[in-house]
C-alpha cells in the first residue's frame, strides 16, 4: 500500500495544468514563429507528452495496488 502526499487528486492536477500549457504552447506556434523558437516549443510540446504519459502510467499503478 503506497502512502506518501503526492495522491492522485495532485497527479491529476498536474496533469491537467500540462495540458494547458501544452495548449498554450501549440497556440504559440500556430501564430508563426522562427525556426529556432519552432524547434524549442516542438521539444517543451514532447516532453510535457512524455511528462503526461508518465503521469498516468504512475496514476494507474497506484489504482493497481489500492
Do not use: V
Not at 2 to 19: A, G, R, S, V
Not at 44 to 54: A, E, G, R, T
Amino acid at each position: 500500500h503506497f502512502t506518501n502526499d503526492i495522491t492522485e487528486q495532485k497527479l491529476t492536477k498536474f496533469y491537467e495544468d500540462l495540458q494547458q500549457e501544452q495548449t498554450k504552447l501549440m497556440n504559440d506556434m500556430k501564430q508563426g514563429t522562427t525556426d529556432i523558437k519552432e524547434k524549442d516549443l516542438t521539444k517543451q510540446i514532447s516532453y510535457i507528452n512524455s511528462i503526461c504519459l508518465n503521469i498516468i502510467k504512475l496514476i494507474n499503478l497506484r489504482k493497481k495496488y489500492q
